[in-house]
C-alpha cells in the first residue's frame, strides 16, 4: 500500500490517494478461499499420485544422509562448546591470587599507559588549536586597529573640508557685506537645460552656453 500510495502522490494528493486505496477492488485470479468447497467438487477425493519404488529410495537414502550429517554437525558443536567451557573454567580455577593481582596490575598499568598516551596527543592538540586562537585573535586586532586607523582618517578629512568650507560661511561680521552682494550680484536657480546642455534662465533672451554637454 506505501509504494502505491508513493505512485499516486504524483497525481493525486495524500488524502485523495488514500481515499483511493481504501475503495480499490482487488480481483482474484482463483477463488477466495472464505467461498468454501464448490459444489461440483465437494465429494470428490483427489486421487494420490504414486511414486516408483526406485524413486522413494533414493528420497530415504537422502532423507538418512541429511540427518546423519547434521547430527554430526550438532555434536561437534556441542562438544567444542563444552570442551571450551572446560578450559575457561580450569583457566579459573587454577589462577592463584598473587596470578590475579599480577593480571590485574597488568591491566592498570596498559590502562595508565593508554591514558598517559590519550593525554599527549589531548594536550598537543589543545596546544595547535591555541596557537590558532591566539594567531587569529591577533589578525583581528590588527583589522580592528586598522579599521579604527581609516575611520580616523575619515573623520578628519571631513573635518578638514568643512573647515575649508567654513571660511565662506555667512557669520555676524560678514553678513553686511554678503547682503550687499546678494542685492548687487543676484542669483536665480530658476532655469532650464535643453538636450544641448545650454542654460535657460528665466528672463534670458539667448541661452546661456556656459554649460555645455561633455
Known amino acids: 500500500m506505501a509504494n502505491l500510495a508513493a505512485a499516486f502522490s504524483g497525481v493525486f494528493t495524500k488524502s485523495r490517494a488514500v481515499a ?3 475503495y480499490t477492488t482487488v480481483r482474484f485470479r482463483r477463488k477466495p ?6 459444489k461440483s467438487k465437494l465429494f470428490r477425493v483427489p ?21 546423519t550429517q547434521m547430527k554430526a554437525v550438532r555434536n561437534f558443536l556441542r562438544d567444542e562448546v563444552e570442551a571450551y567451557k572446560l578450559v575457561s573454567r580450569a583457566g579459573l580455577v587454577l589462577q592463584t591470587p ?20 590519550t593525554a599527549a596527543k589531548r594536550e598537543e592538540r589543545l596546544t595547535s588549536e591555541r596557537a590558532a586562537r591566539k ?3 591577533l589578525e583581528r586586532l590588527v583589522l580592528k586597529e586598522q579599521r579604527e586607523i581609516d575611520k580616523k582618517e575619515q573623520v578628519e578629512e571631513k573635518v578638514r573640508i568643512e ?7 555667512i557669520t555676524r561680521d560678514n553678513i553686511d557685506k554678503a547682503i550687499e552682494l546678494a542685492l548687487v550680484q543676484p542669483t536665480t536657480f530658476n532655469f532650464a537645460l535643453d538636450r544641448d546642455g545650454n542654460l535657460h534662465r528665466a528672463g534670458d533672451s539667448a541661452p546661456n552656453e556656459t554649460n555645455q554637454q561633455r
Request: hydrophobic share 30%.
Open 20 to 22: 483511493l486505496l481504501q
Open 33 to 38: 478461499r472464505w467461498l468454501g468447497t464448490a
Open 47 to 67: 486421487e494420490r499420485k504414486k511414486q516408483i519404488e526406485e524413486e522413494i529410495e533414493e528420497l530415504k537414502r537422502l532423507h538418512n544422509n541429511y540427518r
Open 98 to 117: 598473587e596470578q590475579e593481582e599480577a593480571e590485574w596490575q597488568e591491566a592498570l598499568r596498559r590502562n595508565d599507559e593508554w591514558n598517559q598516551q
Open 135 to 137: 594567531e587569529y585573535i
Open 163 to 169: 573647515k575649508e568650507l567654513s571660511k565662506t560661511f
